[in-house]
């Protein structure tokens, strides 16, 4: 293998390493947003839960503290439930695992254009364009997809480092560096 073909070789290897990190931010963001959207649920429905008991509670009883706690609950599942409204934790988590699966497919696209070139079995000139395609789509898919926070960079960094990914042992190093 000549010099231009290592070097292409090596750039291909670089990108791979971007795009499988890229998909496991999103992968981890999606994970994040779908916790955040249970919790909420699961808050909503109990603060509910309580806020029906206390009125109920209240034909029993004319307590004023009863009367307070119910009130206190009732503004609670309201703010649980504009909260809700305010932040779609499900729809942003559908939104951030479409753009893992479009990475994923990039990388697939990246592993066969390695494969072709570790094998000698595409010209270097037919190589640069499939790679220069493949950095076009990556810079697209990046520009299109939705924005991640720190906590899932940390929880990619992690999973990635952990193995938690097809890339290869020499792509995990350049992970991990």
């Not at 992968?27 to 779908?34: F, G, S, V, Y």
């Not at 934790?89 to 990475?103: E, P």
Request: aromatic content about 6%; hydrophobic content about 45%; some cysteine.
């Amino acid at each position: 293998m000549d010099g231009e073909y290592k070097e292409l070789l090596s750039r291909v290897e670089e990108t791979l390493v971007s795009i499988t990190w890229t998909h496991k931010i999103h992968e981890k963001q999606a994970d994040i947003c779908d916790l955040r959207a249970k919790r909420l649920s699961v808050a909503s429905i109990l603060i509910t839960a309580l806020t029906a008991s206390g009125s109920l509670g209240l034909f029993a009883l004319d307590d004023f503290v009863l009367k307070f706690l119910t009130a206190l609950l009732a503004f609670a599942s309201l703010c649980l439930n504009m909260l809700a409204m305010a932040f779609d934790f499900s729809g942003t988590s559908l939104n951030q695992r479409h753009a893992a699966k479009q990475f994923l497919a990039l990388r697939e696209d990246g592993k066969d254009l390695l494969s072709l070139l570790r094998g000698g079995c595409i010209s270097l000139e037919l190589a640069r364009a499939d790679y220069r395609t493949l950095r076009e789509k990556y810079s697209l898919a990046c520009s299109l997809a939705p924005q991640t926070n720190d906590a899932a960079v940390k929880k990619a960094e992690i999973a990635l480092s952990n193995g938690e990914s097809t890339v290869t042992e020499r792509e995990r190093e350049r992970l991990t560096r």
